[in-house]
């Protein structure tokens, strides 16, 4: 009976702890769960609101205009010194009905809604055709900033006319050019072709994205092959002792050291001292190599490391010497490994701004670099210079250049799993 009772007290035991157990197991997996939800919902919330602010930049309001290019006011001998944004004010006002007086400044408050692009468009075609004075010709640009905000809804008529960038007037003259049929909403292509500009509806990203891509060009040259090959001796060849210890510790603390000390180093080594050009794509590939290394390092020795040791011992009782065996079969069947780290390396250096923002490339950059020593921009800076801008046009584009620098990112890192997909061997 005193077993019987034991036996059934010992098996109630059991069961409790085994619900326990269950039970413990469920909460893990719930929390889990609740984890992985709570990162997907601040994802979203991040990247809608991201996508909230920024699609009204891949649209604009274009706008045709008509202009006479008075000879009486432009001088072929030198087309540059004519005001045509004063001649397209003063007879897009006269198409309107509305009489220009300088006393109430009508013509300025018109200046405001045209762009100046529709000057540059016409100063570079009499330039290139002086026999043009004295005819019409049609220019098409985008309109304004402020112009572009109350088409897309961001200026309302509701707010008080004291801290409204535009009059009732001005909104006036809008609201007849929209219903005229003259303003079109278009995709804003600019946003792509056009370098960075201090007018907000001239203002691009491919300037930002060339130089990007050229300073990842430099940090993959140098960081990869660099990289790779320390990795190598190290994890192959370098003798086993305090050297090499003391050399592992640092390459591990130097993945963790923060970037703008790479910017330091690179303003007082790279600039000062080899007085390289300064907001170049050269010094930012060189500043981003630095970074970038250790973690390549780290990353193709962990790849290295997962070759199962048979391979280097079958390598070897062929007859191949230890060169043969790492670069011929060990090295290969790392390679999805070592250029999955690579490649996330590169991504990482392209979301970096930091160390730029030390070397230079904060400065206002209009062209299109046309080499690795030219002044350049990139797109981490254009999102903070952009951020920073007064116009409040420019906030729509910096959520708009974050998601272009989202999409790099994409890129590069569906590149590294198609690669390591496609170099990946089984043993």
């Known amino acids: ?255 963790a050291v923060p970037s703008i000390v790479y910017g330091l180093l690179g303003l007082a080594v790279f600039i000062n001292w080899m007085h390289l050009p300064r907001s170049s794509p050269l010094v930012g590939g060189l500043v981003l190599a630095l970074m970038s290394l250790p973690t390549v390092i780290i990353a193709t020795r962990s790849a290295l490391k997962a070759v199962p040791p048979s391979i280097r011992e079958a390598a070897l009782a062929m007859g191949a010497s230890r060169t043969q065996s790492v670069l011929h079969h060990v090295l290969p069947l790392a390679l999805p490994g070592v250029m999955t780290g690579a490649i996330l390396a590169l991504a990482h250096a392209l979301g970096e701004t930091a160390p730029l923002l030390l070397i230079g490339m904060v400065s206002f950059v209009p062209g299109i670099p046309d080499g690795i020593t030219a002044p350049s921009g990139a797109l981490p800076v254009l999102v903070y210079i952009w951020e920073n801008a007064a116009e409040r046009a420019f906030h729509e584009r910096t959520a708009a250049a974050i998601l272009v620098l989202l999409a790099f990112m994409i890129v590069m890192n569906a590149a590294a799993i198609m690669l390591r997909r496609h170099f990946e061997r089984r043993w």
Do not use: C
């Open 1 to 255: 009976m005193t077993d019987a009772v034991q036996t059934l007290a010992a098996r109630s035991a059991a069961e409790r702890r085994l619900k326990r157990r269950y039970a413990a197991e469920r909460r893990f997996r719930l929390f889990g769960v609740l984890a992985i939800a709570a990162a997907l919902g601040f994802l979203a919330l991040l990247l809608g609101r991201i996508v909230e602010q920024g699609h009204t930049a891949f649209v604009n309001h274009v706008v045709e205009v008509e202009l006479y290019l008075d000879p009486a006011r432009i001088d072929p001998a030198y087309p540059a010194g004519a005001n045509y944004d004063q001649l397209i004010a003063e007879q897009m006002l006269a198409r309107l009905g509305v009489e220009d007086d300088p006393a109430t400044a009508r013509s300025a408050a018109m200046r405001q809604l045209m762009s100046p692009g529709f000057g540059f468009q016409a100063m570079a075609r009499v330039r290139e055709d002086p026999s043009l004075i004295g005819q019409r010709i049609v220019l098409r640009a985008p309109i304004g900033d402020d112009a572009d905000l109350y088409f897309k809804g961001d200026i309302s008529r509701e707010e008080p006319a004291a801290t409204r960038r535009l009059s009732d007037e001005q909104l006036l003259w809008l609201d007849e050019l929209k219903a005229r049929g003259e303003v079109q909403r278009r995709f804003n292509t600019q946003l792509f072709t056009n370098s960075d500009s201090t007018q907000p509806e001239l203002a691009g990203v491919l300037g930002a994205v060339i130089g990007s891509a050229l300073m990842l060009m430099v940090t993959a040259l140098l960081a990869i092959p660099l990289g790779v090959g320390a990795a190598v001796y190290l994890e192959e060849f370098a003798p086993r002792n305090r050297l090499t210890g003391l050399i592992e510790v640092n390459i591990n603390n130097l993945a």
